[in-house]
């Protein structure tokens, strides 16, 4: 053992987190002993707490320090409209735009029969439920375009087919600020096939 | 807040660490819902150790859990000879190729008169008292190459000039495995200036 215990102990804990090496860990570990003590204190309090404090939104899966999430619970948020995703990541990330007031319902993964993930291996069923009884209206569908994504879209589709609901998925096309060169060839033929009239009519 | 308030806390402190920007810090922060309990207690046990157990041994100034580090302590060490270091980084890289068994002294600084940061306000004045009371044979300069590291091996042999003290700095040159395209100009020179006989003689 080169470093003292305490140091190797961190730099093993450091590494465990996605992306961090042997290397970046140490740089990780020596630079935390010059670290504020309240800053350390937060940092393993946050540690300790993590497991114990977070756990899943009864209703829409998400993260949650309570039963019902900030979102689930907040009166202001249009309650007949979810958006479908797949991870609690990607709640944070539409929270953070900030124009979508509907609420959400975490998959917790997507369909993939390659890999013996069915639909009743995600949080499906929750969902047909909450689409039944909180009178959902409308159904964005916001996974990732991959097969497994587009598997999962069609089947939840399918599944609510004939029921008055509106079902939606985001747009696939350029991303703004993309450089075209970097575009690759199904991303281009979508957006495409999706283009939007613009033409402005004189009368 | 968009995150619970636990998970936010997190990837404040992920953030203090060096490199990690938010996006990083809440991929760490989420990832870290994943780990075993074992390494979180672990983690959060470290980081709390870390300031109550982590000294500076009394002799060489390197990072240590008692009075004397466990390279001074150990007395299968040739204690003749000191390698000067900049940081306690430093000795450990050394050790980690496990070919130099003598002692260490990390200055923790390098002068650098621009910076105001002058041989008293580096750890200097012990490496001398050392050299006396130790009865020191070798002092090798490993620090880096730059004029900060310059100007203080250069302090350090005027220093120990006239004494009875080998003093040597480290080679430098091309490093191994370096393609030849990105080797800098100054250390092309400095790799032609040292160049070694290789000549093989017949006779």
């Known amino acids: 053992m080169l470093y003292p215990k305490t140091i190797n102990d961190l730099i093993e804990c450091y590494k465990k987190l996605p992306g961090i090496g042997e290397k970046t860990a140490e740089r990780m570990a ?17 540690l300790i707490d993590l497991k114990k404090n977070i756990k899943r939104c009864k209703k829409c899966n998400n993260l949650s320090q309570d039963d019902l999430c900030s979102i689930c619970s907040n009166s202001n948020r249009n309650n007949k409209v979810i958006c479908v995703v797949e991870e609690p ?12 007031h509907g609420l959400y319902h975490v998959l917790d993964g997507l369909i993939c029969p390659l890999e013996n993930k069915n639909p009743e291996d995600i949080n499906l069923e929750s969902l047909l439920d909450r689409i039944e009884k909180e009178k959902i209206e409308e159904v964005i569908i916001a996974v990732k375009p991959s097969i497994e994504g587009e598997t999962t879209a069609l089947y939840i589709s399918k599944i609510l087919e004939g029921k008055d609901i509106k079902i939606s998925k985001i747009a696939h096309g350029v991303p703004i600020g993309a450089d075209m060169d970097y575009v690759d060839a199904l991303t281009l033929e979508l957006a495409l096939e999706e283009r939007k009239d613009i033409t402005s009519h004189a009368e």
């Open 30 to 46: 020596l630079y935390s002993l010059e670290l504020d003590q309240e800053i350390i204190d937060l940092f393993a309090q946050s």
């Open 89 to 100: 990541k990607n709640v944070f990330q539409f929270e953070k735009i900030g124009t979508y």
